[in-house]
Nanobody, 118 residues
């Protein structure tokens, strides 16, 4: 069974850094895009970053601080988070937008908690 498994979350002080990983297991699959999203209690899940074969997209709130990348050989997507702020505290999810439909993230990881203290 195809799965996305996230890791790298934890507790960090404001200004610190974390690197999240999202590893795919099971049957190899093609993607239109991979994305990182985050969610806090009482709010909807929001976009953090998206990576395609040729481009990246970032939420305004994380531009200049977060970097999304992909290592195809390792079937892994990363989110490097620098200069973390308390408002970055959330559960972070990775997701896959798979063919044939564009723009639908139908495969999600379990989420990993990121907590930024002040």
């Amino acid at each position: 069974q195809v799965q996305l498994v996230e890791s790298g979350g934890g507790l960090v002080q404001a200004g610190g850094s974390l690197r999240l990983s999202c590893a795919a297991s099971g049957t190899i699959f093609s993607v239109n895009a991979m994305g990182w999203y985050r969610q806090v209690p009482g709010k909807q899940r929001e976009l953090v970053a998206i990576i395609t074969r040729v481009s990246t997209v970032y939420a305004d709130s994380v531009k200049g601080r977060f970097t999304i990348s992909r290592d195809n050989a390792k079937n892994t997507v990363y989110l490097q988070m620098d200069s973390l702020k308390p408002e970055d505290t959330a559960v972070y999810y990775c997701a896959a937008d798979r063919p044939p439909i564009l723009g639908v993230y139908d495969l999600w990881g379990q989420g990993t908690q990121v907590t930024v203290s002040s």
